[in-house]
């Protein structure tokens, strides 16, 4: 069997490598140990293939002939690798262990897992998944299964060679998923980590590893529902599997604002903004048949999330009969909080303008009421605001919700002059039936105007006016960026909808057959003030015996007492309410400053009869030296070279002595230059390099600035020299280089590493002596 693996990849070595660094790296890569998962026989297949790859570099002759087929194959022609062919032959035959073409190994049988293993350590990720998916697939096509003679012993257990090809293949295929969330594919990220999942779950093996591949799978969730939903309206099953998806987190969170544990990562605050941002991706039909379910439960935010669907489906969509259920849902949530302007623009879109007008004098949304009142100057009431505010409040807040209503224009002269509209509204009950059923619009008492906490003032929740970014920055884990559970870190991938203007089909609402005695005059009220215009005169013709009635105020000159206008009365119950409230304050201030000065009377007289029964011991004994001008111990310098604990190194320590040659690279490559730094944290062959690369950089009148983020995945120590020890770690490192004071953005990068740093101990402490990348995790443009 041959494997695409080569000699310094093995080893993690370059080409030019020495015999000091080859002979170091063979003795790192025997100490380090994969994970604890794996059997004793994969351990050792892996460590017979690096002492392979030694003994091979390690001998100058057939280092020589390896190194002229990798030469030729990695830059050489044609003819070059065929006089690498020949040479191979000659210098190689008893080998026989390299392929000059694709610069493979041969292997036998019990070195296949060990190869998968090099190859997972490598980031072959998508070789590990080729390479063992035949091993696991038997000539028809079908997984193998527990009890085959060729996988399982004579007591019918899994062999420990299939149970590390399994192991290496589910972890090959979690860091796959991971990739790929990373880069912004969600679906095909969710696709391998079920692919692994599903692997483990079969063979009944490695619940650790599993537990860890659900646990990204969990955290995708939020992710895949943005992704799905925010395909076209064509693609209608991934959408439906969006939301089915949702409905699931919904269900283990307990709602909206539920506070269960869906395993996201999202709390409450950030669960609410993935569902604000999620709103732009789905139509009115799916956010009212979502939202009107889930306020069931019971949910506040869910009513009042319904309450807009409803709202904006009925509008648009000319059936009055969900705006009335709107409204009605809104009674409920009156009890606790200001609903009164939303209370007053239902009203209005039923043509009850009489109670949208009381509704309107309740409300606290003092901007909204300036708008409305500034708006309604020469009017005898507020129905001319009123009805502009409401268009403006349907264009800019509730349609951009939705995405098919994006588009939608909201007009009030095109909805009343709808004949099924008409229809409906003139079944309608009058109004004074309607207050007597529907019993909401009650003033606030003073604990709901003291406590009041509006769900659409909510910040994190759903306030009256909605971001309408349409960017779906992600806040869902740091995505691993969950960048997400960025939301938040949810946040945390971007989608961009392109909504297109569609009226979903709804179920026809069957209307009251309710005789009203005034329906018309509501009806005739409300259409009266759409942008400050008079009813058509077709629709005057069609309905000659109803009058607008004027206010007698309005004829004569004066007013009488009871003649006042509803402006009038507004202004008063606003004067009575503010001087209620400023007594009630006063009363308040009032009584806590009696009882801190109270307090403060009682503590003072406790004090003072402590002191007097119970006075304090006088010390004894020779007293402390302390002066203001010397410090009480030693402070050291802080030019000082870090002190690196005592005993065994710990991942503690390894991650202190990694960060201390991060910031003095850092130091070194700056614009000072500090390139003595070096000798602090550097020994061998990688001081003698970087000493090159940092006075190269000084004479070249260039420097760099670095950030850097270090995260330490394992540490070995020699089991035979404690002074020796091998720390691989990720680091992400951001540098922008400078060439003659000016930045050179085609050099500068931003990218994440995997590096290995060989660690030795000197009287001084711990110091690198060699450091090699193992690869590269992922580059941020």
């Known amino acids: 069997m041959r494997i695409p693996l080569d000699y310094y990849r093995i080893l993690g070595l370059p080409l ?32 017979q293939l690096i002492e392979e790859a030694y003994v091979v570099l390690s001998d100058p002759k057939e280092r020589k002939a390896y190194d002229q087929i990798y030469l030729a194959h990695a830059y050489g022609s044609e003819s070059d690798r065929n006089a690498a062919v020949a040479t191979e032959n000659r210098a190689l035959n008893s080998n026989g262990s390299v392929d000059s073409q694709n610069l493979s190994i041969e ?75 990373q880069q912004g594919h969600y679906e095909n990220a969710a696709v391998s980590l079920e692919t692994g999942d599903e692997l483990l779950a079969r063979e009944g093996l490695f619940p650790n590893v599993r537990a860890e591949i659900q646990s990204d ?36 969170r307990g709602g909206v604002d539920g506070t269960g544990d869906d395993q996201s990562g999202l709390n409450v605050d950030d669960f609410l903004r993935f569902i604000q941002q999620l709103r732009n991706y789905l139509t009115v039909a799916e956010q009212h048949k979502l939202f009107e379910a889930e306020s069931k439960r019971p949910s506040a935010v869910a009513t009042y999330l319904a309450i807009y669907a409803l709202v904006a489906r009925g ?32 009203a209005l879109l039923l043509g009850q303008t009489e109670e949208a007008t009381r509704a309107l004098e309740l409300s606290q949304e003092y901007e909204a009421l300036a708008f409305i009142r500034e708006h309604s100057l020469n009017s005898p009431d507020l129905l001319p605001g009123l009805c502009l505010y409401s268009e403006r409040w349907l264009q800019n807040e509730v349609f951009p919700h939705f995405c098919d209503l994006v ?8 909805y009343f002059a709808d004949r099924q509209v008409q229809a409906y509204l003139e079944q309608l009950p009058t109004e004074a039936q309607t207050n007597s059923e529907e019993v909401g619009i009650n003033p606030p008492s003073s604990q709901t105007q003291a406590t009041r906490q509006s769900y659409r003032t909510h ?51 069957e209307m009251p057959a309710i005789p009203s005695e005034n329906g018309d005059r509501n009806l005739r009220g409300a259409n009266y003030y759409v942008n400050g215009a008079e009813p058509s005169v077709a629709y005057r013709r069609s309905q000659p015996q109803v009058r607008r009635r004027r206010s007698p105020y309005v004829n004569s000159g004066g007013r009488t007492s009871d003649q006042r206008p509803i402006a009038g009365r507004r202004r008063r119950y606003l004067a009575v309410g503010a001087k209620a409230k400023t007594r009630l304050m006063w009363m308040v201030l009032i009584g806590v400053t009696g009882i801190l000065v109270l307090w403060l009377l009682i503590s003072t007289a406790v004090g003072w009869l402590h002191n007097l029964f119970s006075p304090a011991p006088a010390l004894q004994g020779e007293q402390l030296v302390i002066t203001l001008n010397e410090p009480p111990f030693a402070i050291p310098d802080r030019n000082s070279k870090a002190q690196f ?25 700056g614009p000072n230059h500090e390139i003595d730094s070096l000798k602090e944290i550097l020994v061998g062959s990688a001081l003698s390099q970087w000493l090159q690369v940092a006075q190269k950089e000084q004479a070249e009148n260039r420097y ?78």
């Open 315 to 346: 509008f648009t969509q000319r059936q009055p009969a969900l705006i009335r259920q709107a409204k009605q849902m809104l009674v409920r949530l009156s009890k606790r909080q200001d609903v009164h302007l939303e209370q007053s623009l239902c």
């Open 645 to 669: 604990p005592e005993g065994p190194l710990t991942e503690a320590t390894a991650a202190e002595v990694i960060q201390t040659w991060l910031s003095t690279k850092a130091a070194a490559l």
């Open 107 to 181: 292997i036998n049988p019990e070195e296949f897992v060990g190869a998968l293993l090099l190859l997972q350590e490598l980031g072959e990720y998508e070789l590990v998944l080729k390479l063992g998916h035949p091993y696991l697939v038997n000539k028809n096509g079908t997984f193998l299964r527990v009890g085959t003679s060729s996988e399982t012993d004579e007591f019918g257990e899994i062999t420990t060679e299939r149970a590390d090809i399994v192991l290496t293949i589910a972890l090959a295929c979690l860091e796959v998923g991971r990739e790929q969330w």
């Open 217 to 252: 799978l969990y955290r995708l969730r939020p992710y895949r529902i943005l992704e799905l939903v925010a395909l076209p309206k064509e693609k209608a099953t991934e959408r439906r599997q969006g939301l089915q998806l949702l409905q699931e987190i919904l269900d283990e």
């Open 704 to 781: 760099r600035k670095y950030e850097h983020r270090l995260k330490v995945e394992s540490l070995e120590t020699s089991p035979i020299d404690k002074n020796y020890a091998a720390v691989q770690a990720s680091v992400t490192e951001a540098a922008q280089f400078y060439e003659n004071g000016q930045i050179n953005q085609r050099k500068s990068y931003n990218e994440t590493v995997r590096v290995r740093y060989s660690l030795i101990r000197q009287a001084n402490g711990w110091r690198i002596r060699e450091m090699s990348v193992i690869n590269k995790v992922s580059t941020i443009l």
């Open 407 to 414: 588009q939608e224009q909201a007009s009030l002269k095109d």
């Open 459 to 509: 910040p994190n929740v759903v306030s009256r006016r909605f971001p309408r970014d349409g960017n779906t920055e992600q806040r869902v884990p740091q995505t691993p960026n969950y960048n997400r559970p960025n939301y938040s870190q949810y946040a945390s991938s971007q989608f961009s909808a392109s909504p297109t203007h569609s009226m979903p089909e709804g179920a026809n609402v």
């Open 16 to 47: 030019a490598a020495s015999e000091e660094q080859l002979r170091q790296a063979y003795s790192d890569r025997i100490v380090q140990l994969p994970r604890r998962e794996y059997s004793q026989a994969a351990i050792n297949s892996r460590k």
